[in-house]
């Protein structure tokens, strides 16, 4: 896909905010928007207008509440990296994440912005490297397994970000890719811009 003069808005939490409010020479965060813009401006003449709409620590319900400064753009693309929250957040304080809202939910975002956008979703990952992590990772597949499920049998895009960076853990160990088992480091941020360009470009 030629992306010239393309409008994308990326609509996430942390990972895709990254700070972008807290410092003044990053309005585009520190991660892989950042990234991402940098490396278009680099391949495009004209290139694709960036809009960051990640706020840390939200989950799908934020979202929603979030929609309508996302759709104000009229984004040609909107890259959706949402679902970890919505899985980390209940468990840590003692509650059995729900799938079914969840996904009840990612459908609502997912219909409001196939309406009239391009929509790339992309799959949480989660690489623990810590007790509790570890005991959130089996939750986490069940959710991943049917967020795949649901995304497929509506046909919509979606890349399994796990499944690229594990790619590089497989070689170089979790901590390469993330910090804390949730949010990635700046080689992980920076695998995810490129999945994500590579992504876009061939498809």
């Not at 278009?40 to 799908?60: A, S």
């Not at 468990?91 to 799938?99: I, K, Q």
């Not at 975002?109 to 992590?133: A, G, H, N």
């Not at 509506?154 to 949730?182: A, C, F, L, P, Q």
């Amino acid at each position: 896909m030629n992306l010239e003069n393309k409008k994308i808005v990326f609509f996430g939490d942390s990972i895709t905010d990254t700070n972008k409010l807290k410092f003044e020479e990053y309005p585009y965060g520190m991660g892989y928007v950042n990234m991402f813009r940098a490396e278009v401006r680099e391949l495009y003449d004209n290139p694709p207008i960036i809009y960051n709409e990640g706020v840390g620590g939200d989950k799908t319900e934020n979202l929603i509440a979030r929609l309508s400064t996302a759709l104000s753009h009229n984004p040609d693309i909107v890259v959706l990296f949402i679902g970890i929250n919505d899985v980390w957040h209940p468990y840590e304080a003692g509650v059995m994440p729900n799938n079914k809202e969840i996904l009840e939910r990612l459908d609502y975002l997912c219909q409001e912005f196939t309406k009239k956008s391009r929509l790339i979703v992309i799959l949480p990952f989660l690489f623990p490297i810590d007790d509790f992590f570890n005991s959130l990772y089996p939750y986490y597949e069940s959710f991943k397994k049917e967020e795949i499920e649901y995304l497929t049998a509506k046909n919509y895009e979606y890349i399994d970000m796990h499944n690229e960076m594990d790619k590089y853990v497989g070689v170089n160990g979790k901590r390469s890719v993330t910090k804390d088992s949730v949010h990635p480091t700046l080689l992980g941020h920076g695998i995810i811009a490129q999945t994500i360009l590579e992504y876009l470009k061939n498809n």
